[in-house]
């Protein structure tokens, strides 16, 4: 039995109920997290002497996979708003460390590289970046490509931007010091909503110059949400020595950069087959896993964002050894196209190991990944809970991100349960058959109160 403790981002359930239907397809694995109600949202910080209780509580466990902006901020949101001191901060993650000493277990960390997003949405940022997120995202990236950088943004606003950032990245500097006392397993640094330039590479660069200096078990990667779950397939496929070769739908387009990201997509996938403690591979007849990537041509589609690309339009074999499939065609949401041909095919259960077209590549990427390792090595399988699992990405993943969420955009304001399980019902019918999944009905929620994610449980 592994005995592993999991502390997430934040309380969506891609965070939070993902690792453990992920989990449970294993009855080897037990997972244990705090209570839902102690981890942040949108709107509050979570509880984190309540997390820290809970933690130091535990029953002994053989690995810790920790979100450390939990810890330090009170989630993936308020590290970019919470006006606490870096003594107050410091405080907290040195109690967390002590914590985890007296535990003797093996540490999976990340920690976020603070995002700059490139829009004027302050939902996910402190109260101006509504009049000025766009002209920040400009002096962060002008500063980087040139050396200087000339705005107009209030003194007042951006003296407070690089006050929060330059905290946050002390911080980090910290955690690299904890790495060089060899406190982590392994630790990630992690690179939210990427462009070329920006401040946010610019720290990047200089924590992997300490990385490679020391030669940490540190890295560096694009991406955020996917990461705890990355983590945690590697954590249960360490010394396994698996070897993925991932197959494109588009071969010739590989060296294309995602929407919210800096790598080409090919380094994206090698990047997170690494991370999950894997060994990437170009030939099929050499791996134990097959990836089938539904990648993009000349751009990748936006579906929040009303950027339609054109879906695949070819034909594609299922492998005839395990594989999982990844769609990245768009950001936010399946390839309709390609999930019908998917979906026309039979599956074998025994050697599919799961889809996932969750918002960005990296998104995907690590969440499909978690599901695949997890199942390929599970010592006490269960059939059923990797059925439910499916059944759930692809009700959200396609139905909803792809579909539903547009329809019901087009003429609610407001976000209505009703109408959303009206919506869903077809795609639950034909997925229960399809699949032969066990579920009475699916509890809809909407977790952040917008359109953007749902929470579907089967029950």
Not at 64 to 88: H, K, M, N, W
Request: proline share 3%.
């Amino acid at each position: 039995m592994q005995q592993i403790a999991f502390i997430p981002i934040d309380n969506r359930p891609v965070c939070y109920t993902l690792p453990q239907q992920i989990a449970a397809m294993d009855k080897n694995i037990h997972l244990y997290l705090p209570d839902r109600n102690l981890l942040g949202d949108l709107t509050k910080q979570a509880d984190i002497d309540g997390i820290l209780n809970w933690l130091e509580n535990l029953h002994e466990v053989d690995k810790v996979i920790v979100s450390l902006d939990t810890i330090a901020y009170g989630g993936l949101v308020p590290s970019r708003r919470c006006s606490d001191t870096f003594e107050q901060i410091v405080e907290r993650i040195e109690k967390f460390k002590n914590i985890l000493n007296k535990k003797h277990s093996e540490v999976y960390a990340f920690s976020s590289i603070m995002r700059i997003s490139n829009n004027n949405c302050n939902e996910e940022e402190k109260e101006y970046w509504n009049l000025y997120g766009k002209k920040i995202f400009k002096y962060s990236f002008d500063y980087h490509k040139n050396g200087f950088a000339n705005t107009d943004v209030p003194p007042d606003i951006l003296d407070d931007y690089l006050k929060t950032r330059n905290r946050n990245f002390d911080i980090n500097k910290l955690y690299i010091k904890w790495s060089e006392e060899h406190f982590f397993n392994t630790l990630v640094f992690s690179k939210d909503d990427c462009a070329e330039f920006g401040l946010n590479v610019t720290e990047a660069k200089v924590l992997n110059v300490n990385i490679l200096a020391h030669k940490l078990n540190a890295l560096i990667k694009t991406g955020a949400d996917e990461i705890p779950l990355t983590l945690l397939a590697r954590a249960v496929s360490e010394n396994k020595h698996i070897k993925i070769a991932p197959v494109f739908t588009q071969k010739d387009y590989i060296n294309n950069i995602s929407r919210y990201e800096d790598v080409p997509v090919y380094e994206s996938v090698k990047g997170q087959i690494e991370l999950a403690g894997c060994e990437i591979c170009d030939n099929t007849d050499d791996a134990d896993i097959v990836m089938l990537v539904n990648n993009f041509k000349n751009e990748q589609g936006e579906l929040v964002m009303g950027v339609d690309v054109e879906g695949f339009d070819s034909e594609f074999e299922l492998p005839k050894k395990p594989y999982l499939v990844v769609d990245i065609l768009n950001a936010n949401g399946a390839d309709n196209a390609f999930v019908k041909r998917l979906l026309e095919k039979e599956i074998d259960w025994n050697n599919f190991l799961g889809y996932a077209g969750w918002n960005t590549t990296g998104n995907s990427l690590g969440s499909a990944l978690c599901c695949a390792i997890v199942k390929y090595l599970a010592q006490n399988p269960d059939i059923n809970a990797f059925k439910k699992v499916q059944t759930v990405r692809f009700l959200d993943d396609w139905a909803y991100q792809a579909n539903v969420r547009k329809i019901l955009k087009s003429h609610l304001k407001e976000i209505n349960i009703e109408e959303l399980e009206n919506e869903m019902k077809p795609y639950e019918g034909f997925l229960k058959e399809k699949f032969d999944v066990q579920f009475s009905r699916v509890n809809y929620s909407y977790p952040w109160n917008r359109f953007f994610e749902i929470e579907a449980d089967l029950l």
